[in-house]
Protein backbone atom coordinates (compact mmCIF):
# COMPACT_ATOMS: atom_id res chain seq x y z
CA UNK A 1 0.00 0.00 0.00
CA UNK A 2 1.28 3.10 -1.09
CA UNK A 3 0.93 5.62 1.60
CA UNK A 4 0.82 9.25 1.04
CA UNK A 5 2.88 12.06 2.79
CA UNK A 6 1.63 15.86 3.64
CA UNK A 7 3.88 18.18 1.46
CA UNK A 8 5.23 21.03 3.15
CA UNK A 9 4.47 24.90 2.31
CA UNK A 10 7.81 24.82 0.41
CA UNK A 11 6.87 21.56 -1.58
CA UNK A 12 3.43 22.92 -2.40
CA UNK A 13 5.01 26.17 -3.71
CA UNK A 14 6.71 24.10 -6.33
CA UNK A 15 3.81 22.32 -7.77
CA UNK A 16 2.38 25.20 -7.72
CA UNK A 17 5.24 27.51 -9.42
CA UNK A 18 5.49 24.48 -11.73
CA UNK A 19 1.80 24.63 -12.26
CA UNK A 20 0.89 28.33 -12.79
CA UNK A 21 4.50 28.83 -14.50
CA UNK A 22 3.53 26.49 -17.20
CA UNK A 23 0.29 28.27 -18.03
CA UNK A 24 2.85 31.45 -18.02
CA UNK A 25 4.92 30.10 -19.67
CA UNK A 26 2.52 29.17 -22.96
CA UNK A 27 0.60 32.37 -22.56
CA UNK A 28 3.80 34.42 -23.05
CA UNK A 29 5.23 32.31 -26.17
CA UNK A 30 2.69 34.04 -27.88
CA UNK A 31 1.60 37.32 -26.44
CA UNK A 32 -1.46 39.38 -27.15
CA UNK A 33 -3.45 41.13 -24.85
CA UNK A 34 -6.92 40.02 -27.03
CA UNK A 35 -6.14 35.67 -26.18
CA UNK A 36 -5.38 36.63 -22.18
CA UNK A 37 -8.59 36.96 -20.28
CA UNK A 38 -9.80 33.87 -22.61
CA UNK A 39 -6.82 32.24 -22.03
CA UNK A 40 -6.83 33.10 -17.74
CA UNK A 41 -9.95 31.56 -18.03
CA UNK A 42 -9.24 28.50 -19.77
CA UNK A 43 -6.28 28.02 -17.16
CA UNK A 44 -8.40 28.51 -14.10
CA UNK A 45 -10.84 25.59 -15.42
CA UNK A 46 -8.15 23.58 -16.28
CA UNK A 47 -6.53 23.68 -13.44
CA UNK A 48 -9.60 23.35 -10.75
CA UNK A 49 -9.82 20.09 -12.50
CA UNK A 50 -7.24 18.65 -10.31
CA UNK A 51 -7.97 16.62 -7.40
CA UNK A 52 -6.35 15.12 -4.09
CA UNK A 53 -2.63 16.08 -3.27
CA UNK A 54 -2.26 17.99 -6.35
CA UNK A 55 -5.44 20.47 -5.82
CA UNK A 56 -4.44 20.96 -2.38
CA UNK A 57 -1.00 22.19 -3.54
CA UNK A 58 -2.64 24.45 -6.52
CA UNK A 59 -5.14 26.22 -4.34
CA UNK A 60 -3.37 26.61 -1.27
CA UNK A 61 -0.94 29.51 -0.20
CA UNK A 62 0.04 32.76 -2.20
CA UNK A 63 0.79 32.46 -5.69
CA UNK A 64 3.72 32.19 -7.15
CA UNK A 65 6.46 34.66 -8.34
CA UNK A 66 7.05 34.06 -12.31
CA UNK A 67 9.95 36.46 -14.02
CA UNK A 68 7.89 38.28 -16.83
CA UNK A 69 10.89 39.59 -18.47
CA UNK A 70 11.73 37.03 -21.03
CA UNK A 71 10.77 33.84 -22.19
CA UNK A 72 14.08 32.41 -21.42
CA UNK A 73 14.30 33.76 -18.00
CA UNK A 74 10.90 32.35 -17.20
CA UNK A 75 11.93 28.73 -18.53
CA UNK A 76 15.09 29.16 -16.04
CA UNK A 77 12.03 29.21 -13.08
CA UNK A 78 9.15 27.09 -14.52
CA UNK A 79 11.08 23.85 -16.03
CA UNK A 80 13.15 23.13 -13.01
CA UNK A 81 9.79 23.63 -10.97
CA UNK A 82 8.32 21.24 -13.38
CA UNK A 83 10.78 18.17 -12.65
CA UNK A 84 11.35 19.26 -9.38
CA UNK A 85 7.28 18.62 -8.20
CA UNK A 86 7.29 15.60 -10.06
CA UNK A 87 9.99 14.03 -8.03
CA UNK A 88 8.71 15.56 -4.34
CA UNK A 89 5.25 13.71 -6.07
CA UNK A 90 7.07 10.69 -6.67
CA UNK A 91 8.57 10.88 -3.14
CA UNK A 92 5.33 11.53 -1.42
CA UNK A 93 2.64 11.02 -3.09
CA UNK A 94 3.11 8.93 -6.32
CA UNK A 95 -0.58 8.36 -7.20
CA UNK A 96 -0.32 12.12 -8.16
CA UNK A 97 2.53 12.07 -10.54
CA UNK A 98 0.08 11.33 -13.40
CA UNK A 99 -2.67 13.87 -12.21
CA UNK A 100 0.03 16.67 -11.84
CA UNK A 101 1.37 16.31 -15.33
CA UNK A 102 -2.43 15.86 -16.67
CA UNK A 103 -3.77 18.52 -14.91
CA UNK A 104 -0.72 20.94 -15.95
CA UNK A 105 -0.40 19.90 -19.72
CA UNK A 106 -4.20 19.87 -20.16
CA UNK A 107 -3.67 23.42 -18.82
CA UNK A 108 -0.98 24.35 -21.07
CA UNK A 109 -2.99 22.82 -23.78
CA UNK A 110 -6.13 24.78 -23.30
CA UNK A 111 -4.39 28.25 -22.87
CA UNK A 112 -2.65 27.31 -26.46
CA UNK A 113 -6.10 26.84 -27.99
CA UNK A 114 -7.71 29.56 -26.11
CA UNK A 115 -6.91 32.00 -28.86
CA UNK A 116 -6.80 31.43 -32.38
CA UNK A 117 -5.70 28.42 -32.57
CA UNK A 118 -2.29 26.50 -31.50
CA UNK A 119 0.78 28.87 -32.23
CA UNK A 120 3.99 27.34 -33.05
CA UNK A 121 6.04 29.09 -30.27
CA UNK A 122 3.19 27.84 -28.19
CA UNK A 123 3.51 23.90 -29.05
CA UNK A 124 7.26 24.40 -28.64
CA UNK A 125 6.20 25.29 -25.08
CA UNK A 126 4.14 22.83 -24.51
CA UNK A 127 6.85 20.05 -25.61
CA UNK A 128 9.30 21.54 -23.24
CA UNK A 129 6.93 21.47 -20.41
CA UNK A 130 6.08 17.59 -21.19
CA UNK A 131 9.83 17.28 -20.89
CA UNK A 132 10.37 18.73 -17.53
CA UNK A 133 7.26 16.40 -16.49
CA UNK A 134 8.20 13.23 -18.29
CA UNK A 135 10.28 10.58 -15.81
CA UNK A 136 14.10 10.76 -16.46
CA UNK A 137 15.93 8.34 -18.36
Do not use: C, W
Not at 74 to 86: F, Y
Not at 125 to 132: F, G, K, L, M
Amino acid sequence: MIMEQRLTDEERSILKTGAFGAVFLVSNADPGVLGVIRESVAASSALANASGTVKEALTTGPLPRIPRDSQLEIESVVLPALRHAVRILREKSPQDVDAYRSVVLGAADRVARAHAGVAPAEAAAIDQIRVALADPA
